[in-house]
């Protein structure tokens, strides 16, 4: 069973850091893209921010140049260092992967639990 675990939320004030982590779990053969969304209340799930096995970066325009993706493959981890941090920022954020779990299956996408952030004036 595929898990993606996710850790580093919290409550931060306004100009401050969090970095999330998202860990994926349990027997699989490969990740492809692995992302961070968010939802905040009364809003759709939103792409924040993510990155292919490659190493190829993509970014919402909100969080151009406050935010940095990363990845490290050999944990199957995927990292979202936030940084001037907004009270718009505040979400509750998810983990997202493209994992293949069998040679004769096909990627699909799996979803951590979700954390939340919040950012205070």
């Known amino acids: 069973q595929v898990q993606l675990v996710e850790s580093g939320g919290g409550l931060v004030q306004a100009g401050g850091s969090l970095r999330l982590s998202c860990a994926a779990s349990?027997?699989?053969?490969?990740?492809?893209?692995m992302g961070w969304y968010r939802q905040a209340p009364g809003n759709l799930r939103e792409l924040v921010a993510d990155?292919?096995?490659?190493?190829?970066?993509s970014y919402a325009e909100s969080v151009k140049g406050r935010f940095t993706i990363s990845r490290d493959n050999a944990k199957n981890t995927v990292y979202l260092q936030m940084n001037s941090l907004k009270p718009e920022d505040t979400a509750v954020y998810y983990c997202?992967?493209?994992?293949?779990?069998?040679?004769?299956?096909?990627?699909?996408?799996?979803w951590g639990q979700g954390t939340q952030v919040t950012v205070s004036t």
């Open positions: 349990g027997s699989f053969f490969s990740i492809r893209d």
């Open positions: 997202n992967a493209d994992i293949l779990v069998s040679l004769r299956a096909s990627f699909r996408a799996y």
């Open positions: 990155i292919t096995s490659g190493g190829r970066i």
